[in-house]
């Protein structure tokens, strides 16, 4: 595929109770992108419910939704109406299992491919697996477009699931994501946004590849969603950056042929050495 | 081991032609650094001589030096004079092969493990496979004061290598280094120190180490090179940075503690799916 250019639209919203509401403001904020250029457009993590892993043991069961489904069929009506590509994120319900999953629709309106999150916390407030099972494969889409790989919020730390998707080809990653600060809590470690971005902008590095991160605003009982929804060039650069508290809707060019010109001129790709990385396999948890 | 307070020592110097000078500065500056309290003292990257894998094809056999030999011979004394660990950078020769490598030597001012550079640039400016073999192995050592992991510059850029040094016990990682500008270029694809920075600080979080960088200072023919030695704690927070420019020793507490906080809290080793991440060993290089 030719490393040319691309926009990306990103969907920061804040989310109610009402999934109906919800799906709606999306659609109309995505009709916003597509009406500014944007050709792959992406939604938050879960961008129809409120984060419901932040409560333990609620009854969820009638949020969740098949693919195909109601959220799969809005959405490719608009990709297929408009010729763009829709990163749809998506409680997923299949048979009695559910997962935190992503639906890739490309520009012809159809379902392209389907991710489900592979890592999931169990922390405070961040209880997915009571909720999700695992995914468990990495994968990417060769959109129209891009070829893209979606991961999936708690997957941006983890610098193995940006390495497999670069290797498998993705051009650009993106991490639908719904992370935010604890209410009236002073976390012990430091800056978590800081560490978040931070962190996303060293697999854009160490990858050549585009980062696009797509999060949520909104206080959502004990969890204030930090929405700072950012690009980044494959050399960690900062393209473009959504504010902290507002919805926002944010349409940036990306030149993937920046790409290539990190991946060729520092080496990272071709210089591994996976004839000695056999450790990584290791379930040591230390 | 408990995870409790060290003081590191960082040497940051420019570097003459001529060996004798550098080895004599250089233990100077240590000895300013042990007089500042510092129990684990890293050197920076070929520490006893100028950058010579920027020129290629260079006669340099009379500058490699064995393990042991005059570098760790010198360091040993003064690690055994004053209970302190010293990482010394080596460009080793052993047999008819050389290597750019690292001694560490323990309190005891026993050589404790050696290290081989695994990742080689040959970029230029930086053709390091015209002068070294790589090495074909990781691993940490277990000095009095701390289980550190060194890992050798080019090295830095690549997540592989700080996962699987931390999977093995690592709570420090150091990164002797030698990276500048190239005098009269404008690098297209962004700003490298920035680059250099961030993806170290995404180590540091994404395994819960603190990591420590040792870069020289000082303009050797083509190479400005830009100093910025730091510090990270295992949240990516700089702790302790040095100029660009001046010739620098930073000493500085690390609190090892801090690592489990920030595992314990994200769960990012205990989380991980090594399971599926086989594709890791792939040679492909895209």
Redesign the interface.
């Known amino acids: 595929m030719e490393h040319g250019k691309v926009k990306v639209g990103l969907i920061q919203t804040s989310v109610t109770e009402d999934r109906t509401l919800n799906i709606k403001k999306t659609v109309e904020k995505a009709r916003e992108a597509i009406f500014l250029g944007a050709k792959i457009i992406c939604l938050q993590e879960l961008y129809r419910t409120q984060y419901f892993p932040q409560w333990l043991d609620r009854d969820v069961s009638d949020l969740a939704e098949t693919i195909p489904g109601e959220s799969t069929e809005v959405f490719s009506a608009l990709a297929r109406e408009h010729q763009v590509v829709i990163i749809v994120p998506i409680f997923e319900k299949d048979q009695s299992l559910c997962y935190n999953s992503i639906a890739v629709i490309d520009a012809d309106g159809k379902i392209l491919c389907k991710y489900r999150k ?6 405070p407030l961040f209880y997915e697996k009571s909720y999700f099972q ?1 995914g ?3 994968h990417i889409c060769k959109t129209r477009y891009a070829r893209v790989a979606v991961l999936i919020c ?1 997957d941006q ?4 699931a ?3 998707v ?4 993705a051009d650009i990653i993106f991490y639908p994501t719904a992370i935010g600060w604890i209410k009236d809590a002073e976390p ?4 978590w946004l ?2 978040w971005q ?2 996303q ?3 854009a ?2 990858n050549g590849v585009h980062v696009v991160a797509v999060n949520r605003v909104g206080i959502e009982d004990d969890l204030i969603f930090w929405g700072s929804s950012f690009i980044c ?5 900062i393209i473009a950056k959504a504010s902290d508290k507002k919805e926002e809707v944010i349409v940036a060019e990306l030149d993937l042929s ?1 790409n290539d ?3 060729e ?22």
């Open positions: 592979v890592h999931l916390p169990q922390d695992a468990h494969e990495f708690y730390w983890f610098p193995e940006a390495r497999i670069t290797l498998q080809g012990e470690e430091g800056d800081e560490a931070t962190i902008r060293g697999h590095i160490a060039d494959p050399f960690g650069r920046r010109l990190v991946r001129g520092w080496g990272f790709l071709k210089n591994r050495r996976p004839d000695i990385y056999e450790f990584l396999l290791n379930p040591r948890c230390v």
